[in-house]
Every structure is written in structure tokens, then in C-alpha cells.
């Protein structure tokens, strides 16, 4: 209730009959100042400890029954911050793959994943970097889980960009290169597949 979070945290709540807010003036923190904070810090590390703060929905298990106007402004603002956590990871993709660190790359590439798992452009690059770090083999298995996902859930075919891609990677396996890099495309967003914008607003079927 307003007067427990009153008596816990006074001077951080804000009321009247209309509304209910945090105070800004108040000395105290919340994850959602800190991550924006981080997030407007841009380098890596700040990118990574933003993306740590995340530890699941905004306010998770938070449900008040008979108030439809706040179920719904909750919906928005979940949607919201997953927004915002998607848009720090992939920051914090290009960072990575910029700095090399092809490991931690695909360990973001993942979580990308997990929360749109439809992103066939993602699909791509964790395919490129798994064959930059050998890895030839389990990039094709990524190309072969991308397909699967989208016949069930969006009932199409991967683009010809990812079909092209699949077919040098396993041309790659199958007859090794010496030079295997300088046949994989490039990390460089701006040297990017021009479809990759259509790809990355595809979304689950209702």
C-alpha cells in the first residue's frame, strides 16, 4: 500500500488522487535510472553492467487485479524496456565484434536470441563468427535452428542472404580454406546484406 512505501522509503513516493510516481529528487537509485546512465555511456563495460541490471521483466510478478489502466501501462513499459535491453545489446554486439572478441560476441548474439528469437540478421552474424573462430560446424547447426524457427513460427524460408551465407560456410567445412576470412562477409555493419533491415523487423505469427 501508499502508506507502507511511505513509512519504508520516505520521501521517494510522490501521490495525489490521479497518480503515483517515483521522486526524482530522491537520493535514492533505481535500476532503471542506473541502466539509462550506463546505457548514455556507450563503452563496453558500461554496456555490459547495463545489460547485468536486467534480470527479468520490468517489475516481474507485479499484478493488480480489477485495474485495467494499469495493466496496460504495464504492457507498455515492458515492451518498452525490452526495447531498450535489446538496443543495448546490440551495441554491445558491435563492440564486441569491433574489439575482435569474437567469444563474448556470440555469448550476445545468444541473448539477442533469446528475447527475439526471429532475427534472422542475429542468426547471420553468430553464423560469421562462430566460422571466424573455427568453428564451421556449429554455425552451419545455427543456420539449421534459424530455418526451423522460422517454418514454425513465421512459416517461411531464410533469406537468400542466410541461404548464400549457409553454402559458403559449409563450402568452408567441407573443402578447407587457408583463408577462410576472406570469403566470410564482413563484421562491418556498414558492409551488411541491404535486406538486413526487412529481416530484423520479421515477427512471430499471431
Given amino acids: 500500500s501508499l502508506h507502507d512505501l511511505n513509512h519504508n522509503l520516505p520521501g521517494a513516493i510522490l501521490s495525489d488522487y490521479h497518480a503515483v510516481q517515483f521522486n526524482p529528487a530522491c537520493a535514492a537509485q533505481t535500476d532503471t535510472g542506473r541502466f539509462e546512465a550506463l546505457r548514455a555511456a556507450s563503452d563496453a563495460a558500461s554496456l555490459e553492467a547495463a545489460v547485468a541490471l536486467c534480470r527479468g521483466e520490468f517489475l516481474e510478478a507485479l499484478c493488480l487485479k480489477n485495474c485495467p489502466d494499469f495493466e496496460t501501462w504495464l504492457t507498455l513499459e515492458r515492451e518498452y524496456w525490452e526495447r531498450r535491453m535489446i538496443e543495448t545489446l546490440e551495441h554491445l554486439l558491435s563492440s564486441r565484434e569491433e574489439a575482435a572478441d569474437f567469444g563474448r560476441a556470440v555469448e550476445t548474439c545468444w541473448q539477442i536470441l533469446m528475447l527475439e528469437p526471429w532475427r534472422e540478421d542475429i542468426y547471420r552474424r553468430l553464423m560469421v ?49 587457408p583463408t577462410p576470412d576472406a570469403t566470410l562477409p564482413s563484421l562491418d555493419p556498414a558492409h551488411r546484406g541491404a535486406d538486413e533491415p526487412e529481416t530484423q523487423e520479421r515477427g512471430p505469427r499471431s
Fill in 129 to 177: 563468427l562462430l566460422a571466424r573462430t573455427g568453428n564451421l560446424w556449429k554455425a552451419l547447426d545455427v543456420y539449421k535452428t534459424c530455418r526451423h524457427l522460422l517454418a514454425e513460427e513465421m512459416a517461411i524460408e531464410p533469406s537468400d542472404e542466410t541461404r548464400h551465407l549457409y553454402d559458403r560456410i559449409r563450402d568452408l567445412a567441407t573443402h578447407p580454406d
